[in-house]
């Protein structure tokens, strides 16, 4: 029997949606903002650095520290307007297209609901994931 992680099934953002919406926070909440990250065939560091060894990606093995996760999500908490944070992380072998996290914040006005997404996606992928490309 293998030990390797299987990739998950994604969540529905419109029922994360209809979920938030319901909750009694909400009547405090004038935006709700989502993410969808996706495994590109670009690799990283094209993107981010400019750096093109004329390499494509064609998969990635991705996995998560939960207790970081976990922190990072309370810490957005604490931020000024936000009620509402909900993550999920895919793990595994993932293939082109293939989702590798959604987040949603809920908050009183635009500029605490998009500080709080930058925030939060940008602290996961630099503090909580390993993301291991594979290139063709």
């Given amino acids: 029997m ?4 299987m990739k ?7 029922q994360w949606l209809k979920e938030a919406k319901s ?3 909400a009547l405090q ?3 709700f903002l989502a993410h969808n990250g996706v495994v590109r065939q670009t690799p990283k560091v ?3 650095q400019g750096f093109d060894d004329g390499s494509l990606v064609k998969g990635m093995e991705f996995a998560y520290d939960e207790a970081k996760v976990d922190a990072a999500i309370a810490e957005t908490y604490k931020m000024d307007g936000i009620f509402h944070v909900r993550v999920w992380l895919n793990e595994g072998q993932l293939e082109l297209g293939d989702d590798i996290m959604y987040v949603l914040i809920g908050g009183d006005i635009r500029p605490h ?3 709080a997404l930058q925030f ?5 992928k630099n503090e909580c994931v390993t ?3 594979q290139k063709m």
Avoid: Q
């Fill in 131 to 133: 993301e291991i490309e």
């Fill in 113 to 115: 609901v998009i500080d």
């Fill in 2 to 5: 293998s030990c390797e992680k």
């Fill in 120 to 124: 939060l996606v940008g602290k996961i």
């Fill in 23 to 25: 909750d009694p926070a």
């Fill in 8 to 14: 998950k099934v994604p969540p529905s953002i419109d």
């Fill in 46 to 48: 094209k993107v981010r």
């Fill in 29 to 31: 909440e004038g935006m």
